[in-house]
């Protein structure tokens, strides 16, 4: 079965700092999520990435999904307390019908 | 606004009391399933459903039952809880052949069975 590792498990950062979260696949990706989950609530979209060398933005927050689909990074440029959560990547499976998640990324914004 | 509502947020319950956690959405969408968090074993599905009267097991079906008579409505049945079940709980959707824009998720169930 496909696993999802995510690093790192934590981060602290200052507030203004670029930051990257990555996620690494087992298998090759056919559809990669990244989420974003304040700490107990529900998950969030961010954005779906599904071609080799796709790259998304969606305000300061990017992804790539690198050429040979078993890795994804999310980028933070210029961090704000605003991002603090936990970052989850999720991915098709090969038989469609359910997300694998990663266990995470938590992110802390200090001023 | 489009949304999927699951309630209660919270719940505390005794072993062995059934309980339904009930999970609806407003988007038409064909696919519904239920998910389970617990801390370091991250997200896993607990059933999903491809549309009405469609239902089918996913990772850790064990102790729950679903159901799906409307297309809106994905109510998640624990017959007799145990405290192992103790979890946060999320039902999501989306329209089956067209995840572009992701799952939609629900805000979460809070469950303590004690």
């Known amino acids: 079965s496909q696993e999802l590792e995510q690093s790192p498990q934590s981060l602290i950062v200052q507030e203004g700092k670029n930051l990257t979260i990555n996620c690494t696949s087992s298998?090759?990706?056919?559809?990669l999520y990244w989420y974003k989950q304040k700490y107990g609530e529900g998950l969030i979209f961010l954005m779906m990435l599904q071609k080799g060398g796709e790259e998304k933005s969606h305000e300061k927050i990017t992804a790539k999904l690198d050429e040979k689909k078993q890795q994804s990074s999310l980028h933070i440029t210029a961090s704000q307390p605003s991002h603090a959560g936990i970052y989850l990547c999720?991915?098709?499976?090969?038989?469609?019908?359910?997300?694998?998640f990663g266990k995470g990324t938590s992110l802390l914004v200090t001023p | 606004e489009a949304q999927v509502t699951q309630n209660p947020r919270y719940l505390i319950t005794v072993t062995g009391k059934k309980l339904t956690v009930t999970c609806s959405q407003n988007m038409n969408h064909e696919y519904m399933s239920w998910y389970r968090q617990d801390p370091g074993l991250g997200l896993r599905q607990i059933y999903y459903s491809m549309n009405v009267e469609v239902t089918d097991k996913g990772d850790v079906p064990e102790g729950y039952k679903v159901s799906r008579k409307e297309k809106r409505n994905f109510p998640l049945i624990l017959e007799s809880p145990s405290p192992n079940q103790t979890s946060l709980y999320f039902c999501?959707?989306?329209?089956?052949?067209?995840?572009?824009?992701?799952?939609?998720f629900g805000s979460g169930t809070r469950l303590t069975v004690v």
């Open positions: 999720g991915a098709d499976r090969d038989s469609g019908y359910a997300l694998n």
């Open positions: 298998k090759t990706l056919y559809g």
């Open positions: 999501a959707s989306s329209p089956l052949g067209d995840t572009g824009h992701g799952y939609t």
